[in-house]
């Protein structure tokens, strides 16, 4: 069989506090939105954004971070893949659709007042690197930067 990819990378901004529940079985879901924004010029040349909404699904730890770490307005890097899934529409009979990401990484971009209460800056990923860097009052007040650390 040939190789195929199935692979989403988003930077957006988080639409609202996130859904966090667990199932029969324990595991912690967390369910969110992103929004990303195209920036374009219309027919008369003017500036237009274009706004897309994407639904987000993180499970076991990754979203229990999200349940920790994740608020409205705080930008997020999101790898995942994308999931669709069908079902019968119970009153009509039709078949209905639904196309989530599945978050395999996440990064927390926002810093210290943007979106949510503290900001943060973590970094979480199901690879075999992990790093928690904590809250962004923890991280930004240990790390002062000077002329001296600039390589060029």
Do not use: C
């Not at 195209?38 to 699904?57: A, I």
Request: net charge neutral; proline share 2%; hydrophobic share 30%.
């Amino acid at each position: 069989m040939a190789k195929s990819v199935n692979k989403v990378i988003l930077l957006g901004n988080v639409g609202k506090d996130p859904e966090i529940k667990a199932t029969a079985s324990g595991v912690t879901v967390a369910t969110f939105s992103i929004a990303t924004s195209e920036r374009f010029k219309d027919k008369t040349g003017n500036w237009q954004d274009r706004t897309e909404w994407h639904n987000l699904v993180a499970y076991q730890r990754t979203a229990e971070i999200v349940r920790d770490y994740v608020k409205k307005g705080n930008k997020l890097y999101v790898e995942g893949r994308l999931q669709t899934s069908s079902w019968d529409d119970k009153t009509t009979g039709q078949k209905k659709y639904k196309t989530e990401i599945i978050v395999n990484d996440l990064s927390l971009l926002s810093g210290r007042g943007e979106g949510g209460e503290s900001g943060g800056g973590y970094s979480k990923s199901n690879t075999a690197s992990f790093d928690q860097r904590g809250p962004a009052e923890d991280f930004s007040q240990s790390t002062e930067i000077t002329d001296d650390d600039i390589p060029f």
